[in-house]
């Protein structure tokens, strides 16, 4: 029985590790950064239903983990492990693309990238209680302020304090899941191997998006534009997939904490390609928002590093 390489336990990893974990996240950020704008695409006009965008690729992204799973014989999570595998499926796989997919239905993806910034600080938390640390008070001040932040630009983006919209309460149940199932996840590729963690959680979630997938279809087939396909695909294929061979790996070399840094550029390079590809205008309450999310989940994963006191 053969184990890939990337399951190489992290006590043995050479000294540059840390460095190497550092560029396989930001590899995985890159990809990830795609994501909101990409899906955007795939399901404006109605082309495609959100349950069909959320689920469909997941199956697609299912068949080739399957495939690389078998083609390589790695052996299968062992008894808890399963339960650990689900909780990343639950995140990654069924609760953060199902739940974009309906917000950006009706949200911007310039928005929604803002309301995501807030994923870093949620991941760490998550990281935090899992691992049942004791973080220092500025992490979980840090944290805060950076909750009341997303929630703040969501409610002036929605024309004032009289209540969240429903994308924007999709959009942080999404943060919110992604986070737990980042922080497993990473937990997880160290005794796994990154690439075949996300696969796994692929493979387990598989029947359930298979049966989203058929019910999607039950009230019509998708009728996209090439571009809109050519989105999906890379949904598919990269967002889903290879993106997270690059992402768990650097969680998985580490140290998380450090690694968990790098996300932050996501929201940044979201709203620039929101700007390029969708051609959204950049308002002052988008750049001024999501500067002010992304300095607070950086003021919280630093101090869970030990680097604020």
């Known amino acids: 029985m053969r184990i890939d390489s990337s399951a190489t336990p992290i006590s043995v990893l050479p000294l540059s590790s840390g460095?190497?974990?550092?560029?396989?996240?930001?590899l995985g950020v890159a990809a990830f950064s795609f994501t909101v704008p990409l899906t955007r695409v795939a399901v404006a006009d109605g082309a495609m239903s959100p349950l069909f965008a959320g689920s469909a690729r997941a199956v697609i992204a299912a068949v080739l983990a399957a495939l690389a799973l078998?083609?390589?014989r790695q052996r299968m999570p062992r008894g808890a492990q399963w339960l650990r595998v689900a909780v990343v499926a639950g995140g990654a796989v069924v609760g953060f693309p199902l739940l974009t997919s309906y917000a950006l239905t009706t949200a911007p993806a310039s928005h929604g990238a803002v309301v995501i910034a807030l994923l870093p600080a949620a991941t760490a938390v998550a990281a935090v209680l899992r691992a049942r640390e004791r973080p220092r008070r500025s992490f979980w001040i840090a944290a805060g302020v950076g909750a009341v932040a997303a929630v703040a630009f969501a409610?002036?983006?929605?024309?004032?304090?009289?209540?969240?919209?429903r994308?924007?309460?999709?959009?942080?149940a999404a943060v919110i899941v992604c986070a737990i199932?980042?922080?497993e996840g990473g937990m997880l590729a160290r005794e796994l191997g990154a690439w075949q963690t996300i696969s796994w959680a692929l493979v387990l979630a598989s029947p359930l998006m298979?049966?989203?997938?058929?019910?999607?279809?039950a009230d019509g087939a998708p009728n996209g534009t090439p571009v809109q396909w050519a989105a999906f695909a890379y949904?598919?294929?990269?967002s889903m997939f290879l993106g997270f061979f690059a992402w768990y790996r650097g969680l998985a070399i580490g140290p998380m904490a450090q690694v968990s840094q790098v996300q932050l550029a996501q929201p940044?390079?979201?709203?620039?390609?929101?700007?390029?590809l969708l051609h959204e205008r950049l308002t002052w309450p988008t750049v001024v928002g999501g500067m002010a999310v992304i300095a607070c989940a950086l003021l919280a994963v630093r101090a869970r590093n030990g680097g604020l006191k």
């Open 268 to 276: 940044v390079m979201s709203i620039c390609w929101a700007a390029l």
């Open 210 to 217: 298979v049966l989203l997938t058929g019910i999607s279809l």
């Open 181 to 183: 199932g980042y922080a």
């Open 155 to 165: 409610l002036i983006q929605g024309g004032g304090f009289g209540g969240l919209h």
């Open 235 to 238: 949904l598919a294929v990269v």
């Open 70 to 72: 078998a083609s390589t």
């Open 19 to 26: 460095r190497s974990g550092l560029w396989w996240g930001l």
């Open 167 to 172: 994308a924007d309460l999709l959009l942080f």
